[in-house]
């Protein structure tokens, strides 16, 4: 898959975008049919790909790997999540990816220090909604 528009049908688009972690790593947005957009990245450092993927995205999905304290290459923290959804415009932001170390901070009041919009922090099994005509 290289980065640009996904052939489909309407009224489904799907985007690719180039975001920053291996030379291979892509973002997806997807808009879905009554205009929802969902925009996901997994592994990723901040970049242009990463902000034009969750342009104004309704739901972004992020991954919050490591603490501030503990920063690893080609990851997020939470924090750093946080400011990316609140550059682009996201609604709503969906953390994931959490390691072991993450455990011990407050991943959410971090993402919260820049991210004003609905923050929901991943969980297994975990099911959204994903229409425009859902409660926040």
Same mark, same amino acid.
Do not use: M
């Given at each position: 898959?290289?980065?640009?528009?996904?052939?489909? $049908?309407?009224?489904?688009?799907?985007?690719?975008?180039?975001? $920053?972690?291996? &030379?291979?790593?892509?973002? @997806?947005?997807?808009? *879905?049919? !009554?205009?929802?957009?969902?925009?996901?990245?997994?592994? $990723?450092?901040?970049?242009?790909?990463?902000? /034009?993927?969750?342009? !104004?995205?309704?739901?972004?999905? *992020?991954?919050?790997? $490591?603490?501030?304290?503990?920063? *690893?290459?080609?990851?997020?923290?939470? #924090? &750093?999540?946080? /400011? +990316? /959804?609140? /550059?682009?415009?996201?609604?709503?932001?969906? *953390?994931?990816?959490? @390691?072991?170390?993450?455990?011990?901070?407050? +991943?959410?009041?971090?993402?919260?220090?820049?991210?004003? #919009?609905?923050?929901?922090?991943?969980?297994?099994?975990?099911?959204?909604?994903?229409? &425009?005509?859902? !409660?926040?």
């Amino acid at each position: 898959i290289e980065p640009g528009p996904v052939d489909l $049908a309407p009224p489904w688009r799907v985007e690719v975008f180039p975001i $920053a972690h291996h &030379r291979s790593s892509l973002g @997806y947005r997807l808009t *879905l049919p !009554d205009g929802f957009v969902l925009a996901f990245s997994g592994d $990723a450092s901040e970049g242009a790909g990463l902000e /034009a993927l969750g342009a !104004d995205a309704d739901l972004l999905v *992020l991954e919050a790997a $490591a603490p501030e304290e503990q920063p *690893l290459q080609g990851h997020l923290t939470p #924090g &750093r999540a946080g /400011a +990316v /959804a609140a /550059a682009c415009g996201a609604r709503r932001l969906l *953390l994931t990816h959490f @390691y072991p170390q993450t455990d011990a901070v407050p +991943v959410a009041e971090r993402a919260r220090k820049s991210f004003e #919009g609905e923050l929901v922090l991943a969980q297994d099994g975990q099911i959204l909604d994903l229409s &425009r005509t859902a !409660d926040p």
